[in-house]
């Protein structure tokens, strides 16, 4: 049989800087006791460990010494999120809060990123048949959901018959078929390239707990990830906190007992809660991370990462339905100056939606919109355009960039107001088509051809609402190309396309800037994820 390794993660749904979305951490007021989470507690700032996180699950003496016995620091975190998760289905929800914590409490086949080897999770191996249209996913024995039910390979075929549309995937999917209690094959209609990474980051629920549920399934998650739902301590408007999963199949890589996330919606209040010490874990933003990092208190770690911040276009409505008048913001504003002020330099001024060098396949349009804002006045003036309306977007979303938009538009006479929404509310927005622009951002890691998200007619972030069966169309040929360098040509034609469309404005590239307790570390975090089960405190006497 062939075996085919290939890479890519599809991690989120929304913007952490620039749209308000919430970082994929979190923390509030915690005590300071192990495993007593408290949103109002007192925490403590130490210097850095000497340790540098290294950490094992179980306290550790030498047999037959009087060295102490070594355990860790503390067995709870504090997290925040930036807006609160909208339901904590892993196959509905529609922001990064939610899909931070559903990460938690649900695994998947495999764990595909950028920076580590291809893991197993709830499958060991798979195999492909020569034709290369049946894969064969062998599951991994005696895993349990956190309800204590056994998980079988119908669970694996209930989860993918939930999930959304895609034309891509669903052009070349036929069907899903359990052929015993630890086998699945997933049976293709023509040969794909990117198949395994396409399904391999699919959330795995439990059948029976969804149906039994019912409309309460957002919020009663039953996975078979390392932690679950404590029921006793949830508000998900206010605060989650996650326990152990007795259940879980890998207990010895986990050190956590417990970990509360926070909502805290505004920047500032964030950062004060974590140089306090009552968050301890934070994703900076970019006006504080000079100052966390010269302070040396922290652990830290940043990189660059498949997270784009952008202005969708909603092009059914005035003025956005015409393309002159997509093309003239395009070049009216200076995402130059955005990312220099706004972003404090850690960015990139982003000229498409994928970042080249970050995502495979991906390039810059052959003729990219830069900041022109003769060209931008005399597009709008040909349009007939003085005031493009409003602009949504979310408290909480650095002021200056705003600003700047503004003030960019204001130079060519052009008028745009700002209308603030609660996180909820923009996103069902987005979603019904009542908007006319917003903010929003996409944060996906290795391949193009996840962008289907974005630009396909059954994409689920295709808010722009513009529909091109040609676009559809080279993604699913892009999708059955098997030649790397073919496939990459017909990105580039996809994305000289979509550029002349101008569905979208994109503003930056996002580099991520995680920093942590002085005494604690994640495993691995260089590749982007944040995983509670990769999170060890140092071992302390």
């Keep these: 049989m062939k075996k085919i390794v290939a890479i890519i993660i599809a991690v989120a749904l929304s913007l952490c800087l620039f749209a308000g979305c919430a970082s994929e951490n979190g923390g509030e007021p915690a005590s300071g006791t192990a495993g007593e989470p408290s949103p ?5 700032t130490t210097a850095a460990s000497p340790t540098g996180g290294n950490a094992v ?29 909208d339901k ?3 196959h509905l929800y529609d922001n990064l809060a939610a899909g931070s914590v559903c990460g938690q409490i649900f695994d998947q086949l495999f764990l595909i990123s950028a920076t580590r080897d291809e893991e197993p999770r709830l499958a060991l191996n798979y195999d492909v048949s020569a034709d290369g249209l049946t ?62 990474s396409r399904i391999s980051a699919v959330l795995i629920a439990s059948e029976s707990a969804v149906t039994a549920a019912g409309d309460q399934a957002a919020v009663s998650p039953i996975g078979t990830g390392p932690f679950m739902l404590d029921k006793n301590s949830f508000n998900i408007d206010q605060h989650i906190t996650l326990i152990r999963n007795p259940y879980y199949w890998n207990p010895d890589e986990v050190q956590l007992e417990s970990a509360t996330y926070y909502v805290i919606t505004d920047e500032t209040t964030q950062y004060n809660a974590f140089e306090a010490g009552d968050a301890d874990m934070l994703v900076v933003g970019a006006n504080y991370w000079p100052g966390v990092l010269e302070s040396g208190k922290y652990n830290t770690v940043s990189g660059a990462i498949g997270l784009t911040t952008y202005i969708v276009f909603n092009t059914t409505t005035a003025p956005w339905n015409d393309v002159r008048v997509r093309r003239a913001f395009n070049y009216a504003i ?24 970050v995502i495979k396949g991906a390039v810059y349009p052959d003729s990219p919109y830069r900041y022109d804002p003769q060209k931008a006045r005399e597009l709008f003036a040909e349009a007939g355009v003085s005031d493009v309306g409003p602009l949504m977007t979310v408290a909480g979303i650095t002021k200056s960039i705003l600003e700047i938009i503004q003030q960019n538009l204001l130079d060519i006479g052009i008028k745009m107001d700002i209308e603030v929404l609660d996180p909820a509310s ?16 996409i944060y996906l890691d290795q391949e193009f051809d996840q962008y289907a998200l974005i630009y396909t007619t059954d994409g689920v972030l295709n808010h722009s609402r513009l529909y091109d069966p040609l676009v559809d169309e080279l993604f699913i040929t892009a999708g059955t190309t098997t030649d790397t360098d073919a496939r990459y040509a017909i990105y580039r034609r996809i994305i000289n396309i979509v550029d002349e469309e101008a569905r979208h404005h994109y503003i930056a590239h996002g580099i991520f800037t995680y920093a942590y307790d002085p005494h604690l570390s994640q495993i691995g975090a260089e590749d982007g994820l944040t995983l509670l089960r990769r999170f060890v405190w140092d071992l302390v006497p």
């Design 40 to 44: 109002t507690g007192q925490g403590t």
């Design 57 to 85: 699950t179980s306290p550790s003496q030498p047999e037959g010494t009087d060295d102490p016995v070594l355990t860790p620091y503390r067995s709870h975190v504090n997290l925040i999120l930036s807006q609160p998760p």
């Design 88 to 90: 904590l289905d892993p």
């Design 135 to 196: 894969y064969t996913y062998h599951l991994r024995p005696g895993v349990f959901f956190s309800d204590g039910s056994p998980f079988t390979a119908n669970d694996v075929v209930f989860s993918f018959g939930r999930m959304r549309p895609d034309t891509v995937r669903d052009a070349i999917l036929r069907e899903v078929i359990a052929t015993d209690d630890l086998t699945v094959e997933f049976r293709l209609n023509s040969v794909s390239a990117t198949f395994h």
């Design 334 to 357: 200076n995402n130059e100056l955005i990312v220099a002020l706004a972003y404090n330099g850690i960015g990139v001024p982003a000229l498409t939606a994928a970042p080249p060098g």
């Design 426 to 441: 923009l996103t069902a927005a987005r979603n019904s088509g009542t908007f006319t622009a917003a903010t929003i951002g």
